[in-house]
């Protein structure tokens, strides 16, 4: 099963490890969460406790593999013990977890993961995303986020996070009335002005009991 790994996304120098351990180094999350993930394993190589969600057909099978926690075992870059898990199924219906227990939420090209799962992310948690269907977009209109910083992806080794001159991004290049309806039904993110790699918001208050029962 791990030649899905290798076919995805080593292969290809598209593991984005270097991500994952600028986003450790600065803000060292013990639980996280990637919705969408696929096969995407590389957040297990630096995190100890991590989430994995997917609908895809039989994915389940490679999160079963021993061949797939060998891998990880032998290459992972912290002292603990792994610990991960895989719920086949839509991100976007009710997850066996506990609410507001995640410290990082992962976006990558997965849809509007940061409004699915937010009641998930503890209150000062982190969502880091990118804008390939919106996800950033999203983000960036919710009053529940705050735009913290970005990243650029320099090799698959090397990310830079920043948050200098935040005011520069997010800026559309044309005149537009940004909508959470226009970005549904458009499933693309906003052209920008300028346009990082991927974008850090964090959530600023604890989800509403009624936000939370409008989610379920």
Not at 108 to 123: C, D, E
Not at 196 to 214: D, H, T, V
Request: proline share 4%.
């Amino acid at each position: 099963m791990l030649h899905l790994y290798k076919k995805f996304h080593s292969q290809k120098d598209y593991t984005s490890i270097g991500l994952f351990r600028a986003i450790k180094e600065q803000f060292n999350p013990q639980k996280v969460l990637y919705p969408g993930c696929y096969v995407h394993i590389t957040p297990s190589l630096v995190f100890s406790d991590v989430t994995y969600v997917d609908s895809f057909r039989n994915t389940h099978k490679f999160y079963e593999s021993d061949e797939v926690r060998v891998f990880i075992d032998k290459n992972k870059e912290y002292a603990e013990a792994v610990h991960f898990k895989f719920h086949q199924q839509d991100y976007a219906k009710p997850l066996p977890e506990e609410l507001e227990s995640f410290d990082l939420v992962i976006s990558q090209y997965g849809g509007f993961v940061g409004q699915a799962v937010k009641k998930y992310l503890k209150k000062g948690g982190i969502l880091v995303c990118n804008n390939s269907h919106g996800d950033a977009s999203m983000a960036s209109i919710d009053p529940d986020y705050e735009f913290i910083g970005v990243y650029n992806r320099k090799s698959d080794e090397k990310f830079n996070i920043s948050d200098g001159n935040l005011d520069e991004y997010l800026v559309p290049k044309k005149e537009i009335t940004i909508t959470k309806k226009y970005l549904q039904e458009t499933m693309r993110g906003i052209g920008y002005t300028k346009s990082p790699s991927g974008y850090l918001f964090r959530k600023n208050k604890k989800s509403s009991k009624m936000e939370i029962l409008n989610r379920l």
